[in-house]
């Protein structure tokens, strides 16, 4: 299928990642991505930049060799209720929210109460994409939670990088099928993303297309291939496209 778009990267800004973000678009251009998404940790990683990182994102452009950009932020659900660790102060300038559960930032609950935690965070008008809920640490009730996805029109994560060998996730193939049987019987769409740390990975979705071929996943729930389609689910994208692109660097 056709993929074109990766909304899920990581800069040094982070604190564990390796590139700047003008080579993170520049690896984009090279490899074919028409749109990149540069969503740096939230404050409770360790290592993640000071909040206001996330409230200048105006002086960037939002088109850099031909690649578009949205700016925004992996925030951390910090509990059963779906708080994320960014105050609403620094939320105004993303461009996108993407809501995850990492280890350090969350203490393990039920299956009830983690899938409580993601059903909450959706609510909040800040999330378009929920961050690889496929890490079994955290074991989720899946067809409430594509239930909740279709519901509140939040894109559900086919994370790359929890595929890869020596990601500490667990489970990972096995709740990815789960949870696409899911978005199938109630036509859920999914988005691929990297989750790259390091410029090499950028648009690196191979291990999802794998997965994705074997259980013979429909191709019209992929957002992937085309602006328009993942604009349905990301008002500043559809902004973007509404303006033919920002100005170009
Ligand atoms: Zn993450
Ligand atoms: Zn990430």
Do not use: W
């Not at 993640?48 to 578009?68: D, L, M, T």
């Not at 935690?117 to 409430?144: S, W």
């Not at 994370?159 to 193939?173: E, H, I, Q, T, V």
Request: with cysteine; charged share 20%.
């Amino acid at each position: 299928m056709i993929d074109i778009l990766d909304l899920h990267t990581h800069t040094i800004v982070s604190g564990h990642a390796y590139n700047t973000l003008y080579e993170m678009v520049h690896a984009a251009a090279a490899k074919g991505v028409r749109l990149l998404g540069v969503t740096e940790h939230a404050p409770r990683i360790p290592g993640a930049c000071h909040p206001f990182y996330f409230i200048n994102f105006k002086v960037v452009p939002r088109q850099i060799e031909g690649v578009r950009l949205l700016l925004g932020c992996e925030l951390n659900i910090v509990d059963y209720e779906g708080r994320l660790d960014l105050e609403p102060r620094y939320q105004k300038g993303l461009d996108l929210g993407i809501a995850s559960i990492h280890e350090p930032c969350y203490t393990c609950g039920t299956t009830a109460q983690n899938t409580a935690a993601y059903l909450c965070a959706m609510k909040n008008p800040i999330v378009q994409i929920i961050g690889h809920p496929d890490d079994g640490r955290f074991p989720v009730d899946y067809e409430t939670l594509v239930c909740a996805a279709k519901e509140h029109h939040v894109l559900l994560e086919l994370n790359n990088s929890s595929l890869a060998p020596g990601c500490n996730r667990k489970d990972s193939r096995k709740n990815m099928a789960s949870m696409l049987e899911y978005c199938q019987k109630y036509r859920v769409p999914v988005i691929l993303d990297s989750d790259a740390h390091c410029e090499v990975d950028v648009g690196n979705h191979r291990y999802l297309h794998q997965l994705l071929e074997e259980i013979s996943f429909p191709e019209e729930l992929v957002v992937n291939d085309s602006l328009e389609k993942a604009a349905a689910f990301l008002p500043s994208l559809q902004k973007l496209l509404d303006l033919g692109g920002s100005r170009d660097a």
